[in-house]
């Protein structure tokens, strides 16, 4: 690599911009808990060192090459977005609790489709890697090692935000916790659309 520290550097900004793998955890924290979070973190991590591989492969260049694909997956994951966040505008509390097992696999699948319809990423993983390669380097053993950096420093950061935002909301009143509920999936809402508007 040419230079560690600035890897780490850009990766670790990269890592704490929000985007909507952030709104997905903070969304998923405040409506079923941790450890449903913590299983979206991973679903979502899955997704990140997927998309690290395709562009270390080559195979996510074809995705940017394609206009269609883009803005397949583009349009994919506004839709993802948007219908989470809006069955947490509309969901009706029942007074059957939901099995921890049910939401962890569904916090699983959230975090895993959300980040495998985010184009941007092929984007990053294509613009990112050869900044950071020598010339003659092996590609491709180089690049996954990038990629799991980055999904060890995304793990390491949702993990700690899913457990801050699930102990304040413990803290808080069930009222409350609902209006973090909503407040969520308006933001989940609002990053989809803007997803979908974004030029590419």
Same mark, same amino acid.
């Given at each position: ?33 941790? !450890?449903? =979070?913590?299983?979206? $973190? #991973? /679903?979502?991590? @899955?997704? +990140? ?19 269609? !694909?883009? =803005?397949?997956?583009? $349009? #994919? /994951?506004?839709? @993802?977005? +948007? ?26 699948? #959230? /975090? ?89």
């Amino acid at each position: 690599m040419r230079s560690l520290p600035e890897f780490l550097l850009v990766a670790l900004v990269v890592t704490l911009t929000p985007g909507p793998a952030t709104a997905t955890v903070l969304h998923v924290t405040a409506r079923h808990g941790r !450890a449903a =979070a913590l299983a979206t $973190v #991973v /679903g979502n991590s @899955v997704g +990140v060192f997927v998309w690290g591989a395709l562009a270390a492969l080559g195979i996510s260049s074809l995705v940017l090459a394609s206009d269609i !694909a883009y =803005a397949a997956l583009k $349009v #994919v /994951g506004a839709i @993802v977005l +948007v219908v989470i966040g809006l069955r947490s505008l509309l969901r009706r509390h029942s007074g059957e609790p939901i099995a921890g097992t049910a939401r962890r696999r569904a916090g699983w699948r #959230v /975090g895993l489709v959300s980040s495998l319809s985010n184009p941007k990423l092929a984007v990053f993983f294509v613009a990112l890697f050869p900044q950071f390669l020598r010339p003659g380097a092996p590609v491709l053993p180089w690049s996954l090692a990038m990629a799991a950096v980055i999904v060890t420093l995304d793990v390491l950061w949702f993990s700690t935000l899913s457990y801050t935002v699930d102990r304040a909301g413990s803290l808080l009143r069930p009222r409350i916790h609902s209006t973090l509920q909503r407040v969520t999936g308006t933001v989940l809402i609002g990053v989809g659309v803007r997803l979908a508007a974004e030029a590419r």
